[in-house]
C-alpha cells in the first residue's frame, strides 16, 4: 500500500520567516497532491493541491512543488503569520492515507 | 451549496457498546471517506463508501462497519467499544469522477468525538 512520509513532525519559526513541509510518497500512480490545514479543535481544510503535469503552484502566500522523479512534494509559507499555526497534512488522494502531520507554530 | 454534516457532535459510551455515527455529504458529492483522529494524531483512513459500496478499507477490524444511502449519506458503525476506540471520527465527503481535476479532494466535516468509558 502507499506510504506516505511528512517531514517535520513539528516546525517552529518567527513571524515573517518563511516554513518549508515536504511530503514522500511511495505510489508513483499518484497524479494529484493535496495539503490539508488542521487548526486546533477543527476539521482539515484543503489549502493548496498540484497535479503530476505542473512542478509549481503559488496562492499567494503558500505554493507547493512537485518532484515527481524523486516522488516527494513541499509546502512552501512565505511571510508567516500567527493565523499559520496549525498542523499540515499531505495526503495524495488515491490511497487516501494522510501523512503524519507537521505542527507548525510561528511565534509573533 | 450545503457542507459535509455529522451527528452527533459528542457522545459518551461504554465499553461493549454499540454506537451509530451519521454524515451527510456535501451537495453533489457521491463518495463517503471515514477518518479516526486521536489526540494530537493524524487522521486515520477507515473506509470509503461509493455508489453505496465499500472502496476501500484501511486497517480497522471488522467491528468497524459503514453504510452509504443512495442519497450518498452514511453510517459509520462500531461494535463492541474498546477505550482505544475514544476518538474523534471525521467524515469526508468527495466527488469521484476520475480524470476530473479537483476530484477527490476531501471536504470534511467538523467530527464526531466518541468517548468511551
Known amino acids: 500500500g502507499e506510504n506516505v512520509e511528512q517531514h517535520p513532525s513539528t516546525l517552529s519559526v518567527q513571524e515573517g520567516d518563511s516554513a518549508v513541509i515536504k511530503c514522500t510518497y511511495s505510489?508513483?500512480?499518484?497524479?494529484?497532491f493535496p495539503w490539508y490545514k488542521q487548526e486546533l479543535g477543527k476539521r482539515p481544510q484543503l489549502i493548496i493541491d498540484?497535479?503530476?503535469?505542473?512542478g509549481e503552484k503559488k496562492d499567494q502566500r503558500i505554493a507547493v512543488t512537485l518532484n515527481k522523479t524523486a516522488k516527494h512534494f513541499s509546502l512552501h509559507i512565505t511571510e508567516t503569520q500567527p493565523e499559520d499555526s496549525a498542523v499540515y497534512f499531505c495526503?495524495?488522494?488515491?490511497?487516501?492515507?494522510f501523512g503524519t502531520g507537521t505542527r507548525l507554530q510561528v511565534f509573533p | 451549496e450545503t457542507g459535509v454534516t455529522q451527528s452527533p457532535t459528542h457522545l459518551i459510551k461504554t465499553r461493549g457498546q454499540q454506537v451509530t455515527l451519521r454524515c451527510s455529504s456535501q451537495?453533489?458529492?457521491?463518495?463517503v471517506s471515514w477518518y479516526q483522529q486521536a489526540l494530537g494524531q493524524g487522521p486515520q483512513f477507515i473506509f470509503q463508501?461509493?455508489?453505496?459500496?465499500?472502496?476501500g478499507r484501511g486497517n480497522f477490524p471488522p467491528r468497524f462497519s459503514g453504510l452509504q444511502f443512495p442519497n450518498y449519506s452514511s453510517e459509520l458503525n462500531v461494535n463492541a467499544l474498546e477505550l482505544d476506540d475514544s476518538a474523534l471520527y471525521l467524515c469526508?465527503?468527495?466527488?469521484?469522477?476520475?480524470?476530473?481535476?479537483?476530484?477527490?479532494?476531501?471536504?470534511f466535516g467538523a467530527g464526531s468525538r466518541l468517548t468511551v468509558l
Open positions: 469526508a465527503s468527495s466527488l469521484d469522477t476520475a480524470g476530473v481535476y479537483g476530484a477527490n479532494v476531501l471536504t
Open positions: 505510489d508513483s500512480a499518484s497524479n494529484y
Open positions: 498540484i497535479r503530476s503535469n505542473v
Open positions: 495526503a495524495p488522494p488515491e490511497s487516501l492515507i
Open positions: 451537495s453533489g458529492h457521491n463518495t
Open positions: 463508501y461509493y455508489r453505496e459500496e465499500e472502496n
